[in-house]
């Protein structure tokens, strides 16, 4: 079984950036389909972005595309957001999920 971990989130103004990493222990997550999600005060949890097994192909959700980047470092174990030009609607608590499993969460805010 994998354990997630993610970190990097923090208070940003709009316009601002923030990097997101996900570090996993357990297993590598070589070759395995990774992905963001997000939960806002009072909303369900949203898809975000996902990276393939082979990383070759990322997919976005509508509100973040041409935004929000994923990656892999497959060496370190750990896929990254990179979310640039962050509005307050981003605001909400950033899980990545792995083979069925999910980390703890790191909370982004974005001030208006």
């Known amino acids: 079984q994998v354990q997630l971990v993610e970190s990097g989130g923090g208070l940003v103004q709009t316009w601002g950036s923030l990097r997101l990493s996900c570090v996993a222990s357990?297993?590598?997550?070589?070759?395995?389909?990774v992905g963001w999600f997000r939960q806002a005060p009072g909303k369900e949890r949203e898809f975000v972005a996902r990276?393939?097994?082979?990383?070759?192909?990322?997919y976005y959700a509508d509100s973040v595309k041409g935004r929000f980047a994923i990656s892999r470092d497959s060496a370190q174990n750990t896929v990254y957001l990179r979310m640039n030009s962050l509005k307050p609607e981003d605001t909400a608590v950033y899980y990545c999920?792995?083979?069925?499993?999910w980390g703890q969460g790191t909370q982004v805010i974005v001030s208006s």
């Open positions: 357990g297993r590598t997550l070589r070759g395995v389909a």
């Open positions: 990276i393939d097994p082979s990383s070759l192909v990322t």
């Open positions: 999920n792995a083979v069925a499993s």
